[in-house]
């Protein structure tokens, strides 16, 4: 995560990359801190090759700047032609998004940010529409990651889904998937050593930590988001009981996409690792959320994610 960052390359994971034919740019790897060049536009990428890297094989790679927008291109192609499976699309989709977001998100060009993500999360409903079981397919490489960026697009991930079973228009999943990619958003202004705590955060870091919707709101009211986006961010902490934060909106006061965020942001949480709690499997997250956590998430939505994470893999 420490990397150096220059400006002139961009990251791409090795699982963005099609092993089975040439790569049409060069690449170059990560070595001291320095980009070398390892592999000449044409030439393939050869697992023997890969393995005599002293520790370990490298999981991504560099592009020039330049070549953004070849990379971009090489994406889109393989997204919507046939040489790849439903999974293989799945995976190159979920591991050329995972480099922009992360990128996105230290970025400090807020505005830049809003309209690549629309981009990104337009290629998920694409690949939605065009591969019926790209979702399940989506669902099943979430990383259960505490990281911000790849718990925003895990997060995204199954917002997308439950928006479609829910019956959202397509203009609406695109802002339901930058709602979801954005909502936490806010954290950056919540010091890095509360975001990474190795345990239960102390009352006076809870406090701080729950401000980060209020911070979100702040950085989007500078910048041209909508007011779903907004929305998406104050509000993905209330709780239809009345009980969340900031605002202690109730039900019909919450936003619809802020309600989808709060049901499967609880659902992340539930089921990633840290290192002071158990994940919970999908089925018991979701029991939970209904026996336990009863009144704080629409009862509707909640009986739709059980059909989103269980019935779509068939
Ligand atoms: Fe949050
Ligand atoms: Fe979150």
């Not at 239960?200 to 919707?213: G, K, T």
């Amino acid at each position: 995560m420490s990397e150096l960052h220059d400006e002139r390359f961009i990251k791409v994971r090795l699982n963005s990359l099609n092993a089975k034919e040439p790569i049409p740019f060069d690449l170059y790897v990560l070595i001291n801190n320095k980009q070398i060049h390892y592999l000449r536009a044409g030439g393939m990428l050869i697992q023997e090759k890969l393995a005599k890297f002293e520790s370990k094989a490298p999981d991504s790679f560099y592009l020039k700047i330049e070549d953004r927008a070849a990379f971009k291109a090489y994406v889109h192609q393989h997204l919507m032609g046939t040489d790849l499976s439903p999974q293989e699309k799945a995976v190159m989709l979920r591991e050329s998004s995972l480099t922009l977001i992360e990128e996105l998100f230290e970025s400090p060009d807020i505005n830049r940010a809003l309209e690549e993500s629309k981009v990104v999360i337009n290629q998920f409903v694409d690949l939605m529409g065009s591969e019926p079981d790209a979702m399940a397919h989506l669902i099943g490489l979430s990383s259960h990651d505490f990281y911000t960026y790849t718990h925003s697009l895990d997060v995204g991930v199954y917002c997308l889904g439950l928006a479609k079973v829910l019956g959202f228009s397509q203009a609406d999943l695109v802002e339901m998937g930058q709602g979801a990619l954005f909502h936490d958003i806010g954290k950056r202004h919540v010091s890095a050593e509360i975001i990474t705590k190795d345990g239960p955060l102390n009352d006076v870091e809870w406090a701080q930590m729950q401000r980060h919707p209020q911070y979100g709101l702040v950085i989007l009211n500078e910048h041209n988001a909508s007011d779903a986006l907004k929305a998406c961010c104050f509000e993905h902490h209330e709780s239809v009981a009345g009980n969340g934060y900031p605002q202690q909106l109730t039900a019909s006061e919450i936003h619809p996409m802020a309600k989808i965020i709060a049901l499967t942001d609880t659902f992340d949480a539930l089921t990633t690792q840290r290192s002071y709690n158990k994940p919970m499997k999908p089925s018991g997250a979701l029991d939970f959320m209904k026996s336990k956590l009863a009144g704080r998430y629409d009862a509707d939505m909640l009986k739709a994610m059980y059909e989103v994470l269980f019935h779509m893999e068939k």
